[in-house]
């Protein structure tokens, strides 16, 4: 195994003991079709994979942690945490984007810093943990780079962001109004950036592909800065 993957394996806290089931979850099938006649395998099959046994732990996680929660708040809660957004942080956390395997026509058009194409990879390397080494070890990556920050009060949905934070200012006799304060990017990748006020003051501020995104994400900030708990 060459430094950069040891260094990878490192922010992973785990070494493999197969490393080519992590060459395998960094193998987009850009590179893997280029280099078909090699017989090199891309990562697609352990992304569906690692879908199911990050969707479990998640799942079993919510179910011993928030006795009184309903089914429904359950399953929202759960696709909140497996989303692409949540995914992504985890790969830009852990700088999975550098040692991705692309093809040329994916390296030149910005796969590395795609959010769908980074949160695909993290599935495919919770896949390769669990093939290596069993539930327990994909298990303890999730919870570590995932839930490590949930506590024992029910967590603010994402897409709750500005629902309660409407809720709560109304509640303090306050107005909530949001200004969009930029954006860059390409038009197929652009992003937002927007501001969230309270009586015109400003409470929190938010970036995101979209300018909803861009909301959610500012009224998150405007709760944790108001004492709510947001994850």
């Not at 395998?41 to 879908?51: A, T, Y």
Request: charged share 25%; net charge negative.
């Amino acid at each position: 195994m060459n430094d950069s993957l040891r260094e990878l394996e490192e922010r992973l806290g785990y070494e493999f003991r197969d490393p080519s089931l992590l060459r395998t979850a960094l193998t987009h099938s850009s590179y893997a079709n280029e280099r078909r006649a090699s017989g090199r395998v891309s990562n697609e099959r352990l992304e569906f994979l690692g879908d199911s046994v990050l969707g479990m732990t998640v799942a079993d996680h919510i179910y011993r942690h928030y006795g009184s929660m309903p089914e429904g708040r359950m399953t929202r809660l759960r696709a909140e945490l497996v989303c692409e957004q949540s995914l992504h942080k985890v790969a830009l956390r852990l700088r999975l984007g550098e040692h991705l395997l692309l093809g040329r026509g994916e390296e030149h058009s910005g796969g590395r810093e795609r959010p769908s194409l980074l949160a695909d990879a993290v599935e495919a390397v919770i896949a390769a943990m669990y093939l290596d080494s069993g539930m327990e070890t994909a298990s303890a990556f999730i919870n570590r780079e995932l839930l490590s920050d949930l506590g024992a009060a029910e967590p603010v949905l994402f897409n709750d962001f500005k629902t309660a934070l409407q809720e709560l200012a109304q509640r303090r006799g306050q107005t909530v109004g949001y200004e969009l304060t930029g954006e860059q990017g390409p038009d197929h990748s652009k992003t937002f950036s927007v501001r969230v006020l309270l009586n015109g003051e400003t409470a929190g501020e938010g970036v995101g592909h979209t300018k909803k995104e861009a909301e959610q994400a500012a009224a998150g900030a405007a709760l944790r800065t108001l004492g709510a708990y947001v994850p």
